[in-house]
């Protein structure tokens, strides 16, 4: 057989095994979550972004392109309607044919309750937008660093806030939460995609354990000031404040 046979017999079988590893495409609301997604994805795809950091997922008009991330993905990975109470019309409208994964609705999600009282009386979220700011999972910010630093703004208008559910839905808060999520994403990859099972999985722990690392650097930070009171716009940081308690 010729050298050159030899090359196109190769080049055939890359291509095949290509197309059989079929990365699924993936679709993700917010800037946290698509953190973590891709984070599970290293070295095989990388997921779409749908909400854009700084917008507010409790309102917002989807561009062309970001229904189109819908429209093609063969997952959506989304909080809940209890933060983008309108989210779920759109994806049932223009992903009929997709995995649809809940994070506010799977088994191991631990959820809070609204806190009342004086100082939350009516959950007031309304005239802010700076839910992706809320992000503990800094290691992972080197995958999607536009994620974070940005500023609020109000380009959506303001608004009334969550669909105000049982559960505060800022869950991603929560670092056992976002451990949980990694091997969520993981085991829902595999399924989809057999061949990449390895990497998903392998990269899931290598986050946990780099969210472990974490942990041990805020909990240092917050030493000092341990016990103080805070003053935040909203009640959105509980999940963090269980978390570092």
Do not use: C
């Not at 309750?113 to 007031?124: L, S, V």
């Not at 660093?145 to 500023?151: A, F, G, L, P």
């Not at 399924?191 to 354990?209: K, L, Q």
Request: zero cysteines; aromatic letters at 6%.
């Amino acid at each position: 057989m010729s050298r050159k046979l030899l090359s196109y017999t190769a080049i055939g079988l890359v291509i095949g095994s290509t197309a059989i590893a079929d990365v699924p495409k993936v679709a993700v609301d917010i800037a946290p979550v698509h953190s973590l997604v891709s984070r599970v994805m290293e070295g095989v795809g990388s997921p779409k972004l749908i909400i854009p950091a700084g917008a507010s997922p409790h309102e917002y008009s989807l561009r062309p392109s970001e229904a189109k991330s819908i429209q093609d993905a063969d997952m959506v990975i989304w909080m809940g309607e209890d933060l983008a109470p309108w989210m779920e019309n759109s994806i049932e409208t223009l992903s009929k044919n997709a995995e649809v994964i809940t994070l506010l609705e799977e088994s191991g999600t631990k959820l809070l309750d609204f806190r009342e009282g004086a100082f939350f009386e009516e959950h007031d979220h309304g005239d802010h937008d700076d839910h992706d700011d809320h992000d503990d999972d800094k290691d992972h910010d080197d995958h999607d660093k536009d994620h974070d630093d940005h500023d609020d703004h109000d380009d959506h208008g303001d608004h009334d806030g969550h669909a105000h559910g049982e559960h505060d839905p800022h869950a991603w808060l929560s670092t056992e939460n976002a451990q949980t999520w990694l091997n969520l994403v993981a085991g829902k990859l595999s399924a989809s995609d057999p061949e990449n099972a390895g990497v998903y999985f392998a990269n899931a722990a290598a986050a946990r354990e780099e969210i472990n690392d974490l942990v041990k650097e805020v909990n240092s930070i917050l030493e000092p000031v341990r016990g103080r009171n805070f003053v935040v716009f909203h009640d959105a940081y509980q999940y963090f404040e269980t978390s570092f308690d």
